[in-house]
């Protein structure tokens, strides 16, 4: 089992935004589990946090940036790059303008800084997204397949029309050393002719030969790659930074045709749609669910779902489910024919799965199944018979990145028929 990893200390670059050409400073901080990538904007009031997530996307004009509100971070993509490529789940990145630097136009500034301030392995386990069925996106010529694998391949070709830059392919498998190796120092690039349009639309203000490669009509206007297939390279590594916005990472083998950051985006949009966790998706704010959305986060399925309806959910502190009891249900086929009783069992059951969905309902925990640790202070007050409409009321008493604690209560026309204390653990 893999284990989620932060840095162990901090570590900062400075330079200037590609496109805001704002000086900027980037500070790199530990975070603990199941933070994912947050950033935080230190410039301005209160310090707001946007976190590194699908949803935040507000542009995708020759970088990708993030944004709520009217708060935005610009230009991710390298930094999620980096975080990707080495294995790191959880950091706080703290910005003292809107942009990040571009440094040298590669993820490779922040790989040695981060590197520099050292992996720590954490104790929550990995939650890889695993691509079940191949998913694909095209547009305008370009595509983008994601196939299942057990590995994190990207297999990436490029095509321009030019004299310096033909065709280009590569296919690599992600890994922390593959990418500091052959993919991080890669540098952005663009062509001498995009230059005065990019400038009118207000981008690439930071821009110059030091951190991008432009690429003239007959040669380069830049000394010389780095290596030959550099080009390639960096379109891999923006596409690692991109898809680092499912906020886990990725077991595929995404294979691209000439994609850029739009098609990447929505790429990453669908394969969350299809595992249930699209922007649209927002059981994790709303303070009622019903049948549908509850088999969205909990596991169970008939006979075991126990669950009809949350009606009340107040924070991560509360919550307030119901079961309606009918003389359909299988196990009073046995318990008992001629006196139809729940199994007390099956009445911490319902309330232990009431307390699992506000945990599970948390993206960082969605696909995690939860176990019974411990059951205190359990006592069955009444019988609960067929006709009768259990509700149940779960207080949070503990909740860690794995643990769950709370106090069970279930009642049956304001009659309490069962309480407890009852201890999960996620895994």
Do not use: W
């Not at 690429?215 to 390279?233: C, H, P, S, T, Y």
């Amino acid at each position: 089992m893999q284990l989620q990893t932060t840095i162990g200390s901090k570590a900062s670059c400075t330079g200037v935004g590609l496109h805001t050409g704002n000086k900027t400073t980037i500070c790199f901080k530990p975070a603990d589990e199941n933070t994912g990538i947050k950033f935080i904007r230190k410039d301005l009031p209160d310090s707001p946090v946007v976190k590194a997530d699908i949803s935040g996307v507000v542009d995708t004009a020759r970088g990708t940036s993030l944004g709520k509100s009217d708060i935005k971070v610009h230009t991710v993509e390298h930094v999620l790059a980096a975080a990707s490529g080495l294995g790191i789940d959880n950091m706080l990145v703290e910005l003292s303008s809107n942009e990040p630097p571009v440094v040298d136009g590669s993820a490779l500034p922040f790989v040695e800084a981060l590197e520099g301030a050292k992996l720590v392995q954490q104790k929550a386990p990995r939650n890889f997204f695993e691509v079940k069925e191949p998913v694909s996106v095209s547009e305008n010529g370009s595509s983008l397949v994601a196939l299942p694998s057990k590995d994190f391949r990207i297999s990436f070709t490029i095509d321009y029309n030019h004299p310096v830059l033909n065709s280009q392919f590569a296919s690599i498998v992600i890994t922390p050393k593959s990418f500091k190796k052959e993919i991080a120092s890669a540098r952005t690039f663009c062509f001498l002719e995009e230059v005065e349009m990019l400038q009118k639309e207000g981008l690439i203000k930071g821009g110059n030969l030091e951190n991008a490669v432009v690429i003239g009509d007959e040669a380069l206007l830049n000394d010389k790659l780095r290596f030959e297939n550099e080009f390639v390279m960096h379109k891999i590594l923006d596409l690692v930074g991109d898809l680092y916005l499912l906020g886990q990472p990725i077991k595929a083998h995404v294979i691209s045709i000439k994609s850029g950051h739009s098609l990447n985006i929505e790429l990453v949009k669908k394969l969350r749609k299809i595992e249930g966790l699209d922007g649209g998706d927002d059981t994790e704010t709303k303070t009622s669910l019903n049948i549908d959305e509850i088999k969205k986060i909990l596991p169970h399925r008939y006979p075991f779902l126990l669950v009809d309806r949350i009606i009340k959910i107040e924070g991560d502190k509360k919550i307030v489910g119901i079961k309606n009891v009918t003389v359909n249900e299988s196990f009073f086929q046995g318990h008992f024919p001629e006196y139809p009783i729940m199994p007390g069992v099956l009445i911490v059951e319902a309330m232990a799965q009431v307390g699992g969905i506000l945990l599970l309902r948390k993206k960082e925990n969605r696909g995690k199944t939860p176990f019974f640790a411990k059951m205190d202070s359990v006592k069955l007050r009444r019988p609960v018979r067929p006709g009768d409409q259990l509700v149940m009321e779960v207080n949070v008493l503990k909740a860690k990145s794995r643990v769950g604690r709370v106090m069970a209560k279930a009642s049956v026309d304001g009659e309490i028929v069962c309480e407890a204390e009852l201890t999960s653990i996620i895994q």
